[in-house]
């Protein structure tokens, strides 16, 4: 059974930074694309970011693209999202997945987390 948990959300002002990690258990970690979504109160789940099995092709959404950066440690089954200019918009709960493809999808992901907030003041 694969397990995904996120961690390093938190609050933080405009402007800042945050790491977010999400560790997976349960299958071959490299056999999988991962992606990041988030999801806002009152709005869809949206993408934000994903990276390829070995890790050599990454995207990104518009809204994050220069501001963000996506990386994976497969000896460590880990995916990371750097997440730097931070923000008001940004706030949401930020979730990882796992998948077949790095997908803009969320349909393309199989595994989810439950996710980590991220809160950015202004």
């Known amino acids: 059974q694969v397990q995904l948990v996120e961690s390093g959300g938190g609050l933080v002002q405009a402007g800042g930074s945050l790491r977010l990690s999400c560790v997976a258990s349960g299958r071959t970690f490299s056999n999988a694309a991962m992606g990041w979504f988030r999801q806002a109160p009152g709005k869809e789940r949206e993408f934000v970011a994903s990276?390829?099995?070995?890790?050599?092709?990454?995207y990104y959404a518009d809204s994050v693209k220069g501001r963000f950066t996506i990386s994976r440690d497969n000896a460590k089954n880990t995916v990371h999202l750097q997440m730097n200019s931070l923000q008001p918009e940004d706030t949401a709960g930020y979730y990882c997945?796992?998948?077949?493809?790095?997908?803009?999808?969320?349909?393309?992901?199989?595994?989810w987390g439950q996710g980590t907030q991220v809160t950015v003041s202004s």
């Open positions: 990276i390829s099995r070995s890790g050599a092709l990454t």
């Open positions: 997945a796992r998948g077949s493809s790095p997908s803009s999808l969320s349909s393309d992901y199989y595994y």
